[in-house]
């Protein structure tokens, strides 16, 4: 039996799958348990497991999705939960017989043996009884979007989303910038108590998890789910200290130059946004469409390709870019590949981080297009350190491209403007991930006593004031505290931090090489792009024109270059 006449018989589109019953989809498993194979066999017993893995997880993520289009759809998140509850302890079971059916059949090319490593931790982290613990994670992931999705505050009596209220920390009069702080800030302790509360059943969720799986602790369950083969949390530990004695010193020294220029005695945290000359700010849009068009001509002249292909995702109905109530929080892009096409969703409100947001999400949608010419999923699982070279090598090869006269918003001075601001985010975020990547060792570390969200508190305290220097934070300390109540990925994707740390130094080095050789720069990026998931990372950068590290010298180099970049142009 070849399995043609019964994969066939597989419906074209996801959709059709959303009230499916496990019954409708078991009996492809069941074919590919029993399919004999051979090497003559072997890719189209791939190809078929693809199809249905495909459809079935394209049916589960557009369900996802359309939950944090609007958090507020109670029958919407039902009909999410229902579908998980009734599929994904019968579909993990059926991956993980074919799992261990690939992995014992001793088929490997050399474009699997990556993907084949990662299969392999996969299939040794299964248990059964940890299923209906990993649907319950994602139903309090669900929680966690809709509690922060549905905070608004009224302002000058209109409602806001919080997203929304970010333009006023850009105003000039410092006094606006206060009120709309302290509001939102207001606003968001009024979860306090909820969100340590679901905190809570994260956490005792995560180590019943690990426990099962066998592993004394839940950073080495993860560590092996997020398939980091190529470093160890001892070299995030020093990655954290190179950030802390490089990296800090620069952000201090940035943000004593803002506060100089601004004239105040102290740097508040409303000041961080606001253009230090207090220039009016920065408006390169209005509306979603015009963010669409100016971010098209970006591509339109930095690669036609590129174009072309955000062409497609505008067409297509892949963008969801403008902040209203209801929406979860952030942005993110993830891929379809029945429909074969990436969808970002994001939360703009008329900034210039929202031209860079777009940016980095095109730049995954970028990625998630070339990886899907590889024929099989295991193909596409691409290491989220490289994934993030991806988007955020994006932002910085795009800066150029940024005047309108060169396809993009801005007049020549305001697009220098935007690119000082970028340049400052590239030294000010590295403390920001080094600080969030130490909380969460440091709850797993200390299981017993993160569960107390006090203790949270105070360990995140502790931790703002060792990356985060040069902010007075005085009389805000509730605020100050609580921060880690409000980084979506401590809740809903743990362990994922660090990674933005790594992939920024890989895209600093990909921004040099652009500096001496675009066109080559370009596409070396576009060539690791291509490569999907089957290479290792210390490859895919160096594919990419970067190096793969954590050491003190290179993330010095590329420090030492965004500063002297921005005392070339005058802004410290």
Same mark, same amino acid.
């Given at each position: 039996?070849?399995?043609?006449?019964?994969?066939?018989?597989?419906?074209?589109?996801?959709?059709?799958?959303?009230?499916?019953?496990?019954?409708?989809?078991?009996?492809?498993?069941?074919?590919?348990?029993?399919?004999?194979?051979?090497?003559?066999?072997?890719?189209?017993?791939?190809?078929?497991?693809?199809?249905?893995?495909?459809?079935?997880?394209?049916?589960?993520?557009?369900?996802?999705?359309?939950?944090?289009?609007?958090?507020?759809?109670?029958?919407?998140?039902?009909?999410?939960?229902?579908?998980?509850?009734?599929?994904?302890?019968?579909?993990?079971?059926?991956?993980?017989?074919?799992?261990?059916?690939?992995?014992?059949?001793?088929?490997?090319?050399?474009?699997?043996?990556?993907?084949?490593?990662?299969?392999?931790?996969?299939?040794?982290?299964?248990?059964?009884?940890?299923?209906?613990?990993?649907?319950?994670?994602?139903?309090?992931?669900?929680?966690?979007?809709?509690?922060?999705?549905?905070?608004?505050?009224?302002?000058?009596?209109?409602?806001?989303?919080?997203?929304?209220?970010?333009?006023?920390?850009?105003? =000039?009069?410092?006094?606006?910038?206060? %009120? !709309?702080? #302290?509001?939102?800030? *207001? &606003?968001?302790?009024? +979860?306090? @108590?909820?969100?340590?509360?679901?905190?809570?059943?994260?956490?005792?969720?995560?180590?019943?998890?690990?426990?099962?799986?066998?592993?004394?602790?839940?950073?080495?369950?993860?560590?092996?789910?997020?398939?980091?083969?190529?470093?160890?949390?001892?070299?995030?530990?020093?990655?954290?200290?190179?950030?802390?004695?490089?990296?800090?010193?620069?952000?201090?020294?940035?943000?004593?130059?803002?506060?100089?220029?601004?004239?105040?005695?102290?740097?508040?945290?409303?000041?961080?946004?606001?253009?230090?000359?207090?220039?009016?700010?920065?408006?390169?849009?209005?509306?979603?469409?015009?963010?669409?068009?100016?971010?098209?001509?970006?591509?339109? =002249?930095?690669?036609?390709?590129?174009? %072309? !292909?955000? #062409?497609?995702?505008? *067409? &297509?109905?892949?963008? +969801?870019? @403008?902040?209203?109530?209801?929406?979860?929080?952030?942005?993110?892009?993830?891929?379809?590949?029945?429909?074969?096409?990436?969808?970002?969703?994001?939360?703009?409100?008329?900034?210039?981080?929202?031209?860079?947001?777009?940016?980095?999400?095109?730049?995954?949608?970028?990625?998630?297009?070339?990886?899907?010419?590889?024929?099989?999923?295991?193909?596409?699982?691409?290491?989220?350190?490289?994934?993030?070279?991806?988007?955020?090598?994006?932002?910085?090869?795009?800066?150029?491209?940024?005047?309108?006269?060169?396809?993009?918003?801005?007049?020549?001075?305001?697009?220098?403007?935007?690119?000082?601001?970028?340049?400052?985010?590239?030294?000010?975020?590295?403390?920001?991930?080094?600080?969030?990547? !130490?909380?969460?060792?440091?709850?797993?570390?200390?299981?017993?006593?993160?569960?107390?969200?006090?203790?949270?508190?105070?360990?995140?305290?502790?931790?703002?004031?060792?990356?985060?220097?040069?902010?007075?934070?005085?009389?805000?300390?509730?605020?100050?505290?609580?921060?880690?109540?409000?980084?979506?990925?401590?809740?809903?994707?743990?362990?994922?931090?660090?990674?933005?740390?790594?992939?920024?130094?890989?895209?600093?080095?990909?921004?040099?090489?652009?500096?001496?050789?675009?066109?080559?720069?370009?596409?070396?990026?576009?060539?690791?792009?291509?490569?999907?998931?089957?290479?290792?990372?210390?490859?895919?950068?160096?594919?990419?024109?970067?190096?793969?590290?954590?050491?003190?010298?290179?993330?010095?180099?590329?420090?030492?270059?965004?500063?002297?970049?921005?005392?070339?142009?005058?802004?410290?």
């Amino acid at each position: 039996m070849n399995g043609k006449p019964l994969f066939d018989s597989l419906p074209a589109k996801a959709e059709d799958l959303f009230d499916w019953k496990w019954g409708q989809v078991e009996p492809y498993y069941a074919e590919l348990r029993q399919r004999p194979l051979d090497t003559g066999s072997m890719a189209g017993w791939m190809t078929d497991w693809t199809r249905v893995s495909s459809l079935v997880g394209e049916a589960l993520e557009k369900l996802h999705v359309a939950t944090t289009r609007d958090t507020s759809d109670a029958a919407l998140e039902h009909r999410y939960h229902a579908f998980m509850e009734e599929l994904l302890p019968p579909l993990e079971a059926a991956e993980q017989d074919l799992r261990k059916r690939l992995l014992e059949s001793g088929y490997e090319t050399a474009d699997l043996r990556v993907p084949l490593k990662g299969l392999k931790a996969d299939a040794e982290l299964y248990r059964e009884k940890n299923v209906p613990l990993l649907v319950e994670e994602q139903k309090l992931d669900s929680e966690y979007s809709r509690i922060i999705g549905t905070q608004s505050v009224l302002w000058k009596g209109d409602e806001k989303t919080l997203q929304q209220m970010q333009p006023l920390y850009q105003e =000039t009069d410092r006094d606006v910038r206060e %009120s !709309a702080w #302290r509001l939102v800030a *207001e &606003r968001q302790l009024a +979860d306090r @108590e909820a969100i340590g509360e679901l905190w809570g059943r994260f956490l005792d969720l995560r180590l019943q998890v690990s426990k099962n799986a066998g592993y004394p602790n839940y950073r080495d369950y993860r560590w092996q789910a997020l398939h980091r083969f190529d470093y160890t949390p001892s070299d995030c530990r020093a990655f954290r200290d190179a950030i802390e004695s490089e990296v800090v010193p620069a952000a201090e020294t940035l943000h004593a130059a803002r506060r100089k220029k601004l004239g105040v005695d102290s740097l508040r945290p409303w000041d961080l946004s606001v253009d230090p000359l207090l220039r009016p700010p920065l408006r390169p849009y209005s509306g979603g469409g015009a963010l669409e068009a100016g971010v098209q001509s970006v591509f339109d =002249t930095l690669d036609p390709e590129l174009g %072309s !292909a955000f #062409r497609q995702m505008r *067409e &297509r109905g892949s963008l +969801d870019l @403008e902040s209203r109530k209801g929406k979860a929080p952030g942005g993110y892009c993830t891929f379809f590949p029945v429909e074969g096409k990436p969808f970002i969703f994001m939360n703009g409100v008329g900034l210039h981080d929202d031209v860079q947001t777009l940016l980095h999400e095109s730049g995954h949608a970028f990625h998630f297009m070339e990886t899907a010419r590889w024929p099989w999923s295991l193909q596409w699982n691409v290491g989220v350190e490289f994934a993030e070279v991806a988007s955020m090598a994006m932002e910085l090869l795009a800066l150029p491209f940024l005047p309108a006269g060169k396809g993009g918003f801005y007049k020549a001075e305001d697009a220098e403007r935007a690119l000082s601001e970028h340049l400052e985010s590239v030294i000010t975020l590295w403390p920001y991930i080094a600080l969030v990547d !130490a909380f969460q060792h440091w709850v797993y570390d200390h299981p017993g006593e993160a569960r107390s969200p006090e203790a949270c508190d105070s360990e995140w305290e502790s931790l703002w004031c060792r990356f985060m220097p040069g902010i007075d934070t005085s009389g805000l300390e509730d605020v100050v505290k609580t921060g880690w109540q409000r980084k979506l990925h401590i809740h809903q994707i743990p362990f994922y931090y660090i990674e933005y740390g790594m992939a920024q130094l890989g895209s600093v080095q990909i921004w040099k090489n652009s500096l001496q050789d675009r066109k080559g720069a370009l596409a070396a990026y576009r060539r690791a792009l291509s490569m999907g998931g089957t290479a290792s990372l210390p490859d895919l950068y160096a594919a990419a024109g970067a190096r793969f590290s954590f050491d003190r010298p290179a993330l010095k180099e590329a420090v030492d270059l965004v500063v002297g970049t921005l005392r070339d142009r005058g802004t410290i």
